[in-house]
């Protein structure tokens, strides 16, 4: 990995989802690290300095990818967080991200449901990053 590549950090258990995304990030110039479960991103975040973080809400617990996202605030307060969840479509429940009392206790700055399109993601990052590519 390119030392002046951004590095984005996903974690998710599905990998055919882990695949597209990592696919979709280097094209478009970033570096990727992956994990497919919570023990492997908390292990991710605890050794590497990730720029960015996609990370998915539903792993081995239905609560991981919180858990994660509060780690992940701890270890570096000022990283991007994206929360990718098909919770919505598959239970009926949603969570959002608009309000700052939403994003303090979520700990991801957006949410985007799953299935994500590329230009979703890659736009998200960009603006979580202040247009900084």
Not at 41 to 62: H, S, T
Not at 111 to 133: M, S, T
Request: proline fraction near 4%; hydrophobic fraction near 45%; aromatic fraction near 4%.
């Amino acid at each position: 990995m390119d030392k002046n590549q951004k590095k984005i950090l996903i974690i998710d258990d599905d990998p055919d989802f882990l695949f597209q995304l990592e696919a979709i990030l280097t094209s478009a110039g970033y570096g990727v690290v992956r994990a497919e479960s919570r023990a492997e991103g908390e292990a991710l975040l605890a050794e590497e300095q990730p720029d960015g973080m996609i990370v998915d809400l539903m792993l081995e617990e239905n609560d991981d990818g919180f858990v994660l996202c509060h780690l992940a605030r701890k270890l570096h307060p000022r990283m991007p967080i994206i929360m990718v969840t098909g919770v919505a479509g598959e239970e009926g429940i949603a969570f959002d991200t608009i309000t700052g009392e939403e994003r303090d206790w979520i700990k991801a700055d957006l949410i985007l449901a799953k299935p994500v399109r590329a230009e979703q993601v890659l736009a998200a990052l960009e603006r979580l990053e202040g247009g900084k590519r």
